[in-house]
């Protein structure tokens, strides 16, 4: 059965910095792997995905990596704002499987 | 589009009660998946349909659980009786796609139910 890690569960930067999300995933046979983001009291935002043929996407100021081999992904975001504020959610989908299997998530907060 | 609607947004019940969540996909996906979100489980599949047809129910939690989709554009889940465990967030999410989709899934903004 898979099972979907994320590291760390919170996190709080100052306005500006880099930082990356750790994602960890025990069965590496995925057909892809999808970030989201989850604002308070609100629905998930799809932010990236990844085929399992890819390494990386980029999206603006995100950029997620993915190493099935190892069963890793990470979701890099630069120059962090406020508005980043949010929890993150890591999902992968299964060969043979069409639903996600989440992580629990990183709560980010970037302090102004 | 407008993206997935649900409704309710919000539904507070009192435990011994039916509840029925609605979801409509994004025109034109064929597939059609229901989450429950809670603190200590986080996000888990409950059950996910293909074409109208359900696939996998194996999330559903037991027979008090039920989900139908009559048509390409509409599903419900019911609860019935309802209990105070079931209180949650209730997320429905839609992707295009058959055997060995890529495609990536959008969620419904949730309906967030409180079973007293």
């Known amino acids: 059965k898979q099972e979907v890690t994320q590291i760390p569960a919170a996190l709080s930067v100052p306005e500006g910095e880099n930082l990356v999300l750790n994602c960890s995933f025990t069965d590496s046979a995925i057909y892809n792997l999808q970030w989201f983001r989850q604002d308070p009291g609100k629905g998930l935002t799809s932010l990236l995905l990844i085929q399992s043929s890819q390494r990386e996407q980029t999206s603006g100021r995100l950029n997620a990596s993915l190493d099935k081999s190892s069963g890793r992904s990470t979701l890099y975001i630069a120059a962090s704002q406020p508005g980043d504020s949010a929890t993150y959610l890591c999902a992968v989908k299964d060969t043979g499987r069409r639903a996600l299997t989440f992580g629990s998530g990183t709560r980010l907060q970037v302090q102004p | 589009d407008a993206g997935v609607i649900q409704s309710p947004r919000h539904e507070v019940t009192e435990m011994g009660q039916e509840v029925t969540l609605r979801c409509k996909p994004i025109?034109?996906?064929?597939?059609l998946f229901w989450y429950r979100q809670t603190m200590m489980r986080g996000l888990e599949l409950l059950i996910y349909f293909n074409n109208n047809v359900p696939i996998d129910d194996s999330g559903m939690p037991e027979d008090r659980f039920s989900a139908k989709m009559p048509n390409a554009s509409f599903s419900t889940l019911k609860i019935q009786p309802s209990e105070p465990r079931d209180s949650a967030v209730y997320f429905c999410a839609s992707s295009l796609g058959g055997a060995g989709s890529y495609n990536e899934q959008f969620f419904g903004p949730g309906t967030r139910l409180t079973v007293l």
């Open positions: 025109s034109g996906h064929n597939s």
